[in-house]
Nanobody, 123 residues
Framework: QVQLVESGGGLVQAGGSLRLSCVAS????????MGWFRQAAGKVREFVAY????????NYEDSVKGRFTISRDNAKNTVHLQMNSLRPEDTAVYFC????????????????WGQGTQVTVSS
């Protein structure tokens, strides 16, 4: 069982930056690959980024490549999402998730989810 708690969301102007954090409970954090997803109002949850258990493999949704960076600190049971050059279309609730086995960009392949943190980008 893993519990995930996100923080760092807020309101920012277009072009600004935010750093999201997700802290996991338990002592097996390094066993999980970690993902960030987002869900805008009235839309389906979509993939943003993932990191393998040691950060050696990362992947990003096309629209965030070059702007967002996922990183993890297994000693602190934490995964971050650094978001730069934010755009109004990045506005959404952002979720972190933990998964095992095959690393994936599909929400269905992640076992544990946080409660989400709101990111709002004004134009």
């Amino acid at each position: 069982q893993v519990q995930l708690v996100e923080s760092g969301g807020g309101l920012v102007q277009a072009g600004g930056s935010l750093r999201l954090s997700c802290v996991a409970s338990g002592r097996t954090f390094s066993s999980y690959h970690m993902g960030w997803f987002r869900q805008a109002a009235g839309k389906v949850r979509e993939f943003v980024a993932y990191s393998s258990w040691n950060g050696g493999i990362t992947n990003y949704e096309d629209s965030v490549k070059g702007r967002f960076t996922i990183s993890r600190d297994n000693a602190k049971n934490t995964v971050h999402l650094q978001m730069n050059s934010l755009r109004p279309e990045d506005t959404a609730v952002y979720f972190c998730a933990a998964g095992v086995g095959y690393i994936s960009n599909r929400p269905v392949d992640y076992r544990y989810w946080g409660q989400g943190t709101q990111v709002t980008v004004s134009s």
